[in-house]
């Protein structure tokens, strides 16, 4: 498997990005939700409240070191040509879905930053490395920085649904190995 993208399929580089970040943002979600629906003092599989917000925020600026190099990726080299089954309504629909899928994934951990610095919670590096804090305190950056956290959080998630269903109604229903696209050893 070539490292780089060629005419017509995804390269190692491409793929190991893709699908980092898919386990990355599924932890996120999950570590996310549990974070906010605990009380403290609780702890679910074994780990605190503060676990989870330590782990959630150091995988959450590690995806966005990834994303930083994903999006070089696709810059520097070229996009293999389009699946030829996709229709003309299929290709404008994805091109939209991964403008957005891209824009997430630097609003969500920045947005994430913005909030815990200016919110005056900071970050504690995977519970080794105090953060320094180049914003300061700030109600206001905070409130925004938190909110867009959330609400981009509801739009990324709509846009990975659209993007699981186009890829799984042609895998699945069209049998047209789409999938296979994205995954190590092409077979189509
Ligand atoms: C990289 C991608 C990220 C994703 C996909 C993500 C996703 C989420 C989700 C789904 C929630 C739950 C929101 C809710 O209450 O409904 C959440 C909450 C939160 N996230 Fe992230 N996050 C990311 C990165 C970060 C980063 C880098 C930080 C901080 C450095 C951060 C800090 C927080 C905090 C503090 C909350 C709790 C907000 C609250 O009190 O409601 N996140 N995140
Ligand atoms: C289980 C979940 C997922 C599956 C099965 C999946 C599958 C795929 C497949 C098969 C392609 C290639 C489509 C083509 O032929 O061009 C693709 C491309 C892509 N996917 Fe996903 N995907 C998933 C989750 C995600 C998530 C969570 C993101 C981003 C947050 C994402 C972002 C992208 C992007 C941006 C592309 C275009 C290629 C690139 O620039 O990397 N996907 N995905």
Redesign the pocket.
Known sequence: MPLQNTSDSYGAF?KL??WI??VL?AWQYVSGNIMTGMERGDTVAGLGQNDYYNWHKSIGLVALAIAVF?LLN?YIGRLPGW?PTLSGGEKKVIHRL?QV??L??FVMPVTGYIYVMAGGFGVLLFGEYKLPDPIGKSETLAFYGKWIHIYAGYV?AAA?AG??FI?LRHQLFMKDG??F??LPARRK
């Open positions: 491409t990005f893709h970040i898919v943002f994903r696709r699946a991964e899928l891209y997430a994934m990324l990975v993007h699981l890829v789409l999938l696209r994205m």
